[in-house]
């Protein structure tokens, strides 16, 4: 009987050529690249099948395999790019933003990055810096079709960008109701505010500082923030008290990544990181809402103590990461909670067991990445100071001792 290649790359050639060209896939082929993504130990047939997923308006179930990747192969600019794409899919353009910052701190040439880049700065009403970037990928290759796409929707937009809305206070409220139009959420204006349906049938009301907006030249963007966190809280978050307390968990990030999440409820953690709050969700990170807590009459000190005690009651070990040669582990729970494990006693003491004696370097990259090795391994040590370096701005490299205590590490190369 001949041989055949049906289920190697080479036998999914078209298949992945048709993937990149961004056209979407026919059943039959997306079952051959799933049976040869799920069989390979290679990057490529996974990460393809990911976008395979984007193209064909799978975003959730797109991203949830880019998050997969991530935590396999944390130095990947090609898996970083995928994710970038998956959030900005998923309208979560400040994550995206953040990971297109991290890939172009390493590759600032990036042509799949730029581009990217131009459209968020586009859906942002920032067209100088959309223009030009786009006019220097039209120099560099005049045939780029997404290139032309780009400098021709700013080409088509550009005149009603540029017209300056006289009444920025009813321009920032009638684009935050459109937005929330859009959402499909059951929303009602208020002097001040706005009343949100939730999925459960209660009504929030969410007031927001109009003057805050009016000053900002893209208050436009930051009305469709607002609408996007209106949407969650009506989509995902808890509508009583009583829910908010039973569903929520610890999140740490660096002091970059909390003003990031300005709405976000937080508060001061150790060696200079900050700690926020998510409710537990299969596929996104829900950030509890400051506005949410305030609704909702909760205490946030009671919040945040809750969420630290829920997490030390679901002690998970670590996992060797495998696209690393030295032994570097990270949490996969998916939970939203695994960068606050270095902080949770229960977590601390299966380290010894998984990871090796302490004390432990810890690098965290993001809300949701975090990796340790023992500070006694040099290699692991060398391996871990570079995926912190290679994350970008916001990524924190830090050192854990037996006891807990967490201190900030430098990241030049003497450190």
């Known amino acids: 009987m001949a041989s055949t290649r049906t ?17 979407p896939l026919r059943d039959e082929e997306l079952a051959r690249l799933e049976k040869v993504a ?10 393809a099948l990911a976008h395979a997923l984007l193209n064909d308006d799978r975003a959730r179930e797109g991203l949830s395999r880019v998050e997969t990747l991530r935590r396999q192969y944390p130095a990947s600019i090609d898996v970083r790019l995928a994710r970038a794409r998956a959030l900005a899919l998923l309208e979560r353009y400040g994550a995206a933003e953040e990971e297109l910052k991290a890939v172009l701190a390493q590759r600032p040439d990036d042509p799949e990055a730029l581009k990217a880049w131009a459209l968020l700065r586009m859906r942002h009403g920032e067209l100088e810096p ?33 017209e300056l809305v006289e009444d920025r206070r009813s321009a920032f409220r009638a684009a ?43 208050f436009r963007a930051r009305a469709v923030q607002l609408a996007e966190g209106l949407a969650s809280m009506a989509q995902g978050m808890p509508d009583t008290a009583e829910r908010l307390f039973a569903e929520v968990l610890p999140v740490w990030v660096s002091r970059a990544g909390a003003e990031g999440r300005p ?20 596929e996104l990170m829900l950030f509890v809402p400051t506005g949410l807590v305030t609704a909702l009459n909760a205490e946030p000190e009671a919040l945040f103590d809750t969420a630290r005690a829920r997490l030390e009651q679901r002690a998970s070990r670590p996992e060797r990461v495998p696209s690393v040669q030295s032994r570097i582990y990270t ?38 990445h975090v990796f340790v090795c023992r500070a006694a391994d040099h290699e692991a040590r060398a391996d871990l100071k ?3 370096r290679q994350a970008g701005e916001g990524a924190t490299l830090l050192t854990l001792t037996v006891d807990g205590t967490l201190s900030p590490l430098a990241l030049h190369p003497s450190a």
């Open 263 to 282: 709405g976000a409820l937080q508060r001061e953690g150790p060696a200079g990181l900050m700690e926020l709050l998510v409710v537990e969700h299969p």
């Open 386 to 388: 570079a995926l912190v």
């Open 331 to 368: 949490w996969m729970e998916g939970d939203g909670a695994d960068t606050a494990r270095i902080g949770s006693r229960a977590h601390r003491e299966l380290l010894p067991q998984v990871v090796g004696e302490g004390p432990w370097h810890v690098g965290l990259l993001d809300a949701e």
């Open 38 to 47: 799920a069989s390979s130990a290679e990057l490529q047939p996974r990460l």
């Open 176 to 218: 935050l109701f459109a937005r929330l139009g859009q959402l499909g959420v059951r929303f009602r204006p208020q002097a001040g505010g706005v009343l949100v349906q939730t999925g459960a049938g209660r009504t929030l009301r969410v007031g927001f500082d109009t003057q805050e907006h009016l000053e900002a030249p893209t």
């Open 130 to 162: 959309a223009r030009a970037v786009a006019k220097d990928l039209m120099e560099r290759d005049p045939f780029d079709g997404e290139a032309q796409l780009i400098h021709g929707e700013m080409a088509a937009t550009s005149g009603a960008a540029a």
């Open 7 to 23: 289920d190697t790359l080479d036998g999914i050639a078209h298949i992945l050529r048709k993937v990149e060209a961004g056209e």
